[in-house]
C-alpha cells in the first residue's frame, strides 16, 4: 500500500522557519521524483519545489526561491522541505507528492504526480 505522510506543520511568526518531512512507504522513493505542494483557501493548488529521483536536481517556484530547500534520503524513504523566512502568504496546507518522471515532475504540474500525502498545515501569523 503506497503512502506518503507529512509532518512537521503548524503555527509560526512572521520570519521563523519550520521543517517539513514527507515519510513514504509501499513503494522505493529512488525511482521517483518528488514534489512539495502547498494549496490555501479559495486558492488553486501550485507546486513549490521538486527533487529529481537520481541527481537531486532541485526546482523552486519564483515566489519561494532563496528561502525554501528540498531534500532527500533515500536510505529513510523521506523527503524534507526546509522553510525559511516565512511569510503570511506562506499559509496554507503542503502536501508531498511522487512523479514517476523526473522530466515531467519538473513542470511543478500536479497532474503530473501520481501519489500524494494527505497534507500539513503551515499556518503564518504573529
Known amino acids: 500500500q503506497v503512502q506518503l505522510v507529512e509532518s512537521g506543520g503548524g503555527l509560526v511568526q512572521p520570519g521563523g522557519s519550520l521543517r517539513l518531512s514527507c515519510a513514504a512507504s509501499?513503494?522505493?522513493?529512488?525511482?521517483?521524483?518528488m514534489g512539495w505542494f502547498r494549496q490555501a483557501p479559495g486558492k488553486e493548488r501550485e507546486g513549490v519545489s521538486c527533487i529529481s529521483s537520481n541527481h537531486g536536481v532541485t526546482y523552486y517556484a519564483d515566489s519561494v526561491k532563496g528561502r525554501f530547500a528540498i531534500s532527500r534520503d533515500n536510505a529513510k524513504n523521506t523527503v524534507y522541505l526546509q522553510m525559511n523566512s516565512l511569510k503570511p502568504e506562506d499559509t496554507a496546507v503542503y502536501y508531498c507528492?511522487?512523479?514517476?518522471?523526473?522530466?515531467?515532475?519538473?513542470?511543478?504540474?500536479?497532474?503530473?504526480?501520481?501519489?500524494w500525502g494527505q497534507g500539513t498545515q503551515v499556518t503564518v501569523s504573529s
Open positions: 509501499g513503494f522505493t522513493l529512488d525511482y521517483y521524483a
Open positions: 507528492a511522487a512523479a514517476p518522471s523526473d522530466f515531467a515532475a519538473s513542470t511543478l504540474s500536479p497532474y503530473e504526480y501520481e501519489y
